[in-house]
């Protein structure tokens, strides 16, 4: 019988969509609204004065987003940026920090409210993680109501997305992580693997880190949803699925090709790609300590801690009926608590916490991978919920005084880790929660209401976990974030309008460790997981304030060496002044903050004698030396520009101080229950600009103090050259290093003057012959010089493969300082010299994601030529009549009464299919029978609908309106 379908206009269908979707909507809506008060309750901006930005996204993701605001607005290039890290790779940053289509909306929003609208985004992200596993629950089961959007929440509000929503990079894969293991029950199910291929490619895109993670997980996880199912498909089926699995997932990744492969390339120059599996075995926590953070009101990890694994009380009771429940399958039982035992494994064995972690060990936030959990956690706890009827009221009771037994348990034995109101939260929510099982297991109430009741507790849960969790990572004051900022971007806007040539410019006292990119200027420092490793090393042993291992370099005020080597014409100064320094004269100001020009600045290229290539030992201890020996190879004199203070006199308090032995001093704390203080003081034999380092473990803070009382503050976890001004003969400066309670250790020192006019001769020599640029952009430096005797052309641009140069139109292989910043040897005479900047493997990257794009567009054609190869062999037909029947359902269930009563209703249907396929009871011709039966009874109720017509959609429309 032909159904006719009336004409809807787009309005009808528009309500029809969002009213079929309601629960969808509305798993989105209700953590959005929960994670808004907890910020609310904050007094984030506009309801106070703080804001979301904390520890690495208040010096990194940030600063990076408002790079890339910068550049989609202005228009500028994604694959390079001058601004930060003297020229980094820009498609790396944005391939791990912001690759999330969401900021690319940003390009809409003024730059004062930017903190605002990543602030949204974390918000939009927590929703689309509750939306995108109610899609999930519906897909699985076929059910999706008020309890639905309840457990959503517990995911999209897990303790994982609470302890680390600030690194917002990574909930992209977090909320898409439920429509992969969607996609891939499809896969196995019916032969779809649109859905699996294209969020493993989204996945990957928006974060390849984490999404890499999730690679790992499903690697595992596959063969438990794969033999999870009962129905006897044999080896040829099996390797059948498992090579599409393999396709789909190899075809996801091509996808993101474009990316990965030049990130994966560029990933090579950093520090912790040589990390190495730890050889022995060790283990970190105990069973105890995992379970006990798996309980409510429990203040997440932030930086230390134990892995994010709470994700509501709810799924730790429904987790035990699941494995109670005996009409699941054994074999799906054993195999998802095996699952569950692996996942715990990891979170305790070095090794495979190694492994998960992209086989490395990361810098703080442990358990980036504990997310899984959680998602498998919430899926067996719904799982449980829809067959609790099966559970006994004494199984249930056991299971209630049993968790009850734990919580006390708990708080004896983890009183000083535990909040004060941890037993009260617990128990109360432990009997609200009882309650409500013993209530609905019994189908005595309105399941609809009984349902809204479980997400108003579920909701009241995660509220409270998402306003401990926001109290606990903490908050920035915005006003002090944002104290100069219109200030230092007009005096840059202004500058660069005055001077339009290519050059640096950097900040006296760094308080954000991006400065460059969060105002937008070419610099010198950058922080982040991607830094060059070989730039870092190299800036370290030239005394800038940087160390390898902590991903970082980071300009302070330092010699004339440095930033004429650095190409640093400007430095701007917040809030205070400059005093002492003879190589800055004042060139504009705002306000408070000042502009200081650097006369002794060179271009971004010079020429170098050919032993500043091939002789300079930069690898020495003394970055002074370091110094002196690169003036003196780059402009062949023998005389030092830097000397050397007298030994310094030492004192200490509850300190046992040594000899100062060639820059180092041993030092040990007198007392282990009071703090230690060292002061070091030097004397300037005559008047000079002077320089100090001094470098120490377990210092809490250390201060460089002049005579005239000018303090500097030293960065305590790495050694750094910082200038302290100006000082008259027989002047001191004072290095006061103040040690953690308990602690000290060997101190390395060292204090120099500038020889003036050492240094005068010697630039001067550099100055002549400069690279005079003619022409740049975000990929390209363009140049004339004119070298007065063969030598190399040195510039200050870190060294990548993607780099090509050019000189008078021919190409030549570049060369490098130290492996880290570009040379190319020239001849004497006026040479054109062109640079040019393709990330490496960009190319071939496009051309995989092309690959991968016609792999996917093939495997739709060939699906639709022959759909039976595709969806599973011996259960084809039945697969795709059930399909159907399920799309009929659909329809006739979203169109009758709500009740759960009606015959057609989407859950029934597949429950029943469900029901026979896992049994095994029904062959292919019983499925087929079963599933026309029950399209013809789907049409037989679509005929009586027809009839009701009118009656029931008006209702249905004042119903929705």
């Not at 903490?474 to 806007?493: L, Q």
């Not at 640029?773 to 030598?791: F, N």
Request: charged share 20%; aromatic share 12%; hydrophobic share 40%.
């Amino acid at each position: 019988m032909e159904i006719r379908r009336k004409k809807v206009s787009v309005s009808q269908r528009t309500q029809e969509l969002f009213y079929r979707n309601r629960y969808v909507f509305l798993a989105f809506l209700v953590p959005f609204v929960l994670m808004f008060l907890a910020y609310a309750a904050a007094e984030f901006f506009p309801f106070g004065k703080n804001q979301v930005a904390v520890i690495d996204m208040y010096h990194q993701y940030f600063p990076f987003i408002n790079e890339l605001h910068e550049k989609i607005q202005s228009g500028g290039s994604l694959l390079y940026t001058w601004n930060g890290g003297l020229g980094t790779n820009f498609i790396t940053l944005l391939s791990y920090y912001m690759a999330s289509p969401l900021y690319f909306l940003t390009i809409f929003v003024p730059d004062a409210y930017l903190m605002e609208a990543v602030t949204v985004i974390i918000l939009l992200k927590i929703g689309f993680a509750g939306a995108f596993m109610a899609i999930y629950l519906r897909g699985i089961h076929g059910r999706c109501d008020c309890a639905t959007v309840a457990f959503s929440t517990l995911y999209a509000l897990c303790a994982y997305v609470m302890g680390y929503y600030w690194c917002l990079m990574w909930l992209d894969v977090v909320a898409l992580l439920p429509l992969c293991v969607l996609g891939l029950n499809r896969l196995i199910d019916r032969g779809d693997f649109k859905l699996y291929t294209i969020t493993i490619a989204a996945m990957m895109l928006t974060n390849y880190y984490i999404g890499g993670m999730v690679c790992i997980f499903i690697f595992f996880y596959y063969p438990v949803l794969y033999f999870s199912r009962t129905e006897k498909r044999g080896a040829k089926t099996c390797l059948r699925i498992t090579g599409k699995a393999v396709l789909c997932s190899v075809t996801g990744i091509f996808i993101s090709g474009i990316t990965l492969i030049p990130t994966f390339l560029n990933l090579q120059n950093t520090y912790y790609i040589d990390s190495t599996m730890p050889e022995e075995s060790s283990f970190y926590n105990t069973v105890l300590d995992v379970l006990t953070n798996s309980l409510p009101d429990i203040a997440p990890t932030v930086r230390e801690g134990m892995p994010n694994i709470y994700c509501g009380l709810l799924c730790v009771l429904l987790l035990a009926c699941f494995f109670l429940c005996k009409s699941v399958p054994l074999r799906k039982r054993l195999l998802h608590g095996g699952m569950l035992a692996f996942l715990v494994l990891s979170l305790n064995w070095n090794k495979l916490d190694f492994m998960w972690h992209g086989f490395h060990f990361p810098n703080q936030l442990p358990y980036r991978y504990s997310f899984v959990i959680s998602f498998l956690l919430v899926v067996l706890a719904y799982e449980a919920f829809l067959r609790i009827r099966q559970i006994s009221q004494r199984q249930l009771a056991a299971i209630g005084v049993g968790c009850g037994a734990y919580v006390i348990l708990a708080q004896q034995l983890y009183e000083a880790d535990l909040r004060a109101d941890f037993v009260y939260v617990g128990i109360l929510l432990l009997i609200l929660y009882m309650a409500f099982l013993a209530v609905y297991r019994m189908d005595r109430f309105n399941k609809t209401l009984m349902c809204f009741l479980l997400l108003v507790v579920v909701g009241g849960e995660m509220l409270n976990s998402a306003a401990i969790a926001v109290e606990t990572v903490s908050s920035t004051n915005r006003d002090d974030y944002f104290a100069e900022s219109s200030d230092m971007k007009k005096m840059v806007k202004d500058i660069q309008e005055k001077d339009p040539g290519f050059y640096r410019i950097e900040t006296a006292e760094s308080t954000i460790l991006n400065m460059p990119m969060l105002y937008n200027y070419p610099g010198v420092s950058e922080f982040s997981s991607t830094v060059n490793g070989n730039v870092s090393y190299l800036m370290a042993q030239m005394g800038l304030e940087a160390k390898d291992e902590k991903n970082r370099y980071n300009y302070v005020m330092t010699t004339p060496i440095m930033n004429a080597m650095l190409n640093v014409r400007y430095i701007l100064s917040k809030g205070k002044p400059l005093e002492g320094e003879d190589a800055l004269t004042l060139a504009g100001g705002e306000q408070t903050s000042s502009l200081y020009q650097n006369k002794y600045d060179l271009s971004i290229g010079y020429m170098v004698d050919q032993a500043a290539i091939n002789e300079w030992a930069e690898d020495q201890d003394d970055p002074f030396i370091v110094q002196n020996d690169f003036v003196m190879c780059a402009a062949g004199t023998d005389e030092e520009i830097l000397t050397s203070l007298e030994e310094p006199e030492a004192m200490g308090s509850n300190a046992i101080l040594g000899e100062w032995v060639d820059g180092y001093l041993t030092c040990e704390a007198a007392d282990t229950d009071n703090a230690a203080t060292v002061d070091l003081t030097y004397t300037a034999p005559k008047e000079q600009q002077v320089y100090v380092y001094a470098e120490t473990a377990d210092a809490e803070s250390i201060t460089a103090t002049t005579e005239s009382g000018r303090s500097i503050t030293m960065q305590e976890d790495c050694g750094a050259v910082v200038s302290v001004g100006k000082l008259a003969a027989g002047e001191t400066v004072t290095i006061t290093i103040q040690y953690e309670t308990g602690k000290a250790s060997e101190i390395e020192t060292y204090a120099y003057g500038l020889e003036q006019d050492v240094w005068d001769k010697a630039y001067q020599k550099l100055d002549d012959e400069l690279l005079e640029v003619t022409d740049y952009s975000d990929t390209k430096i363009e140049g004339t010089i004119q070298a007065q005797e063969d030598g190399f052309l040195l510039t200050s641009i870190p060294y990548e493969k993607g780099w090509s140069v050019e000189v008078d139109g021919e190409k030549r292989e570049p060369q490098t300082l130290c492996d880290t910043f570009l040379a190319v040897p020239l001849k004497a005479g006026t040479h054109e010299v062109r640079f040019t900047y393709m990330p490496d493997g960009l190319i071939p990257g496009i051309l995989v994601t092309l690959c991968g794009i016609g792999i996917l567009v093939a495997m739709s054609f060939l699906r639709r030529r022959h759909p039976l190869k595709w969806t599973g062999g011996r259960m084809s037909n039945a697969g795709l009549e059930l399909s159907e029947v399920d799309t009929a359902a659909s329809m006739s269930a979203e169109k009758l009464d709500d009740s759960e009563a009606a015959i057609c209703s989407e859950t029934e249907l597949k429950s029943d299919w469900s029901t026979k396929a896992e049994t095994g009871q029904q062959d292919r011709r019983n499925a087929r029978a079963t599933a026309g039966g029950q399209g013809n009874q789907c049409v037989k109720l679509k005929n009586r609908q027809d009839l009701q017509g009118q009656h029931v959609s008006g209702l249905r429309r004042r119903r929705f309106l």
